[in-house]
């Protein structure tokens, strides 16, 4: 029988009449023991547990009472591996069976697409967003970075692109086979959409100042990009195809980040507040609203939807993650302490990928909405400045 412990309580900001609320939940869940009949000489076992427990559906256990056992057997087949995996239940009774190929040079999305695609064929959960790749553009020296492709857990790192200052990496389609990124090192910046199928990169816009794509629209035909005019960085709408572009905000002041909310209004964070918020406002309109009513830096956000997840640092400092939705006054606390940010939405809405600080140390986190659950994978080089899923 499942069980459940919920604690609740609220928290009301009078300026605004908002309602936060913060919920932790604590479940019993069915066990279940991972074993293998491998002879493959890496920790492939550590990568295919991880997998199960990030998707919150079960308690893994090395107790031979489980109430159920994942046998796995990896073997090589020229450049790939050939993944088998048998779920048992209780007597012994096989519940699933199915076998996988993956090329061994990436061989964690060969876990990742096992256990997703097992979860979803026994109608457990949907967590395709596991077999998503990330695109982390990262800071490792004075004006060096690298753009690099990895998996959820870090386990997978390539690195696309490195020598020189290149940001705000942005992926250009569903299918994940091409990116947006931001060159900063002439005085003249260019954004450039770089081909990962052929390695090419094409010239999208120049400025000066500052330039980033942060936004791309659903049918890809349109982004929404920060670009410095009269000194001050502003939002404009891009058509990626024709290459016109419409200037959304006129503030003497600081507009930037902006991402679609539907078809026809956009979030952005700007100073209007007199330190970082999140306004919206409607393509075709002049006047933003303001989002949020507490915090005193909500500078990084995701949408998903009507929904926002944002960073926010509180009076102690921490930086806590909230979701809100855009239609009504409601707004949840993620997080309780630390510093987190970054926040990313899943595709499908149900999972936020951000980054937590400790101290020195940065880790990517996996928060999973509908089951109050955080996971962390530690990043062990550089600094993060942007991501996305």
Known sequence: MKKIVLLFFSLVCLSADIIMDVVSEQQVLPKIRITTSSLVNFDFDKVIKNDVLVSSKFEVTDSTDANYELNYTLVPSGNNYDLTIVLKGENNISKYENKFSYPKNAYVFLSHKAISTMLKDLKIADIDWMNRKILITRKIAAKQSQI???????????????????????????????????????????????????????????????????????????????????????????????????????????????????????????????????????????NATQLVYHGKNNSAFSVFNNYIVYSSREKSGDFNLYVMATDSQYVRQLTLNGRNIFPNFSNDGKTIMFIKLLGMQSSLGILRLDENKVYHFPLKVGKISTLDW
């Open 148 to 286: 690099l492709i990895a998996d959820y857990t870090l386990n997978y790192q390539k690195i696309i692109m490195q020598g020189g200052l290149n940001l705000f990496a942005k992926w250009a389609n569903e299918e994940q086979n091409a990116f947006y990124y931001t060159d900063y090192n002439k005085d003249t910046l260019s954004i450039y959409k770089y081909n990962l199928l052929n390695n090419q990169k094409t010239l999208i816009t120049q400025g000066v100042g500052m330039l980033a794509l942060s936004d791309i629209s659903k049918d890809g035909s349109k982004a929404l990009i920060t670009k410095t005019i009269e000194d001050q960085p502003e939002v404009f709408l891009f058509d990626l195809n024709t290459k016109a572009s419409k200037r959304l905000t006129s503030y003497k002041g600081i507009d930037v980040s902006a991402k679609f909310l539907g078809d026809n209004s956009f979030a952005f964070v700007s100073d209007r507040s007199s330190y970082p918020n999140l306004y919206m406002q409607g393509l075709d309109k002049n």
